[in-house]
């Protein structure tokens, strides 16, 4: 009798390094394009929006108005102490004010937003993933995307385009008061080197950064969460990825939007 022949099985194919990270990118950007055009279909899920964004502007709100008076005083502060260096303290109240639109109130809207209502939106839709509730949900023929996370990042978009006029107030008022009373500036210098350096498209440039910063960091919330690895564990790590993923695109967009806004735009007394 002859041997039996034994076929050798193919040896597994490793995955080749870098294709990763370019999968989990492909798959965000899908997720962020099927948002948009879940966000014109019909039916829209008005309640869940309502809810939502209720929710996130709760837990926001608050926290924004405090954090935005020590940044606005800091500001004025640096900027106060170094035009008396050079000898133009009458341009205090004018560059201050603009990195508080510019710059700072954004940042503190975004970023408060990604790590209060960001960190729960990734942590409800990690939960329903491990109970397979977006399963059941594909196989009755729902959506998730249009019934989930539709009306959660145009909640956060919402909250932040709103939240960032709130901040943004705020932190001029703590600038003006530390700058008049702590360092013994005028009020009329301080108002008119603002009205002389400031132009509405200033105020523009923050809304449109307000709402771009809040898209991403409601799509990489619900990105993370649809994404658990490891059962409930493996949504506390999506949670604290998510925050980190979205500081990093946010700190990154805002250069680009900086500098393309800075090269579109002249600015004024310039």
């Not at 503190?108 to 059941?136: M, N």
């Not at 350096?197 to 307000?210: F, G, N, R, T």
Request: one cysteine or more.
């Amino acid at each position: 009798m002859s041997a039996p022949v034994r076929v050798r099985e193919p040896a597994p194919r490793r995955p080749i390094p870098g294709t990763g990270a370019l999968r989990q990118t492909g798959q965000f950007m899908t997720l962020a394009a099927t948002t948009v055009r879940d966000t014109f279909r019909r039916p829209f899920q008005m309640r869940e929006l309502v809810e939502q964004f209720w929710f996130v502007a709760s837990v926001t709100i608050l926290p924004a108005a405090l954090v935005s008076i020590p940044f606005g005083a800091v500001i004025a502060l640096q900027v106060g102490s170094l035009t008396q260096q050079l000898g133009a303290q009458s341009f205090t109240g004018g560059a201050s004010v603009l990195a508080v639109i510019q710059q700072a109130s954004p940042l503190i809207v975004a970023l408060l937003i990604a790590g209060a209502g960001g960190s729960a939106i990734c942590a409800d839709l990690g939960s329903r993933k491990i109970r397979e509730e977006l399963d059941a949900m594909e196989v009755m023929g729902v959506s998730p995307v249009q019934r989930l996370i539709v009306p959660r990042v145009l909640a956060t978009m919402l909250v932040a385009l709103l939240l960032n006029g709130l901040v943004s107030v705020v932190g001029t008022a703590g600038g003006y008061f530390f700058n008049v009373i702590v360092q013994h500036g005028t009020p009329g210098a301080y108002l008119s080197s603002f009205s002389s350096l400031a132009q509405l498209p200033d105020l523009y440039i923050s809304e449109v950064k307000a709402v771009i910063f809040g898209f991403i960091a409601g799509i990489v919330a619900a990105y993370r969460g649809l994404h658990p690895k490891g059962g409930p564990k493996g949504v506390g790590d999506a949670v604290n990825q998510s925050v980190v993923i979205t500081f990093l695109l946010l700190f990154f967009v805002n250069v680009v939007l900086t500098a393309v806004y800075l090269q579109l735009v002249p600015q004024k007394g310039a």
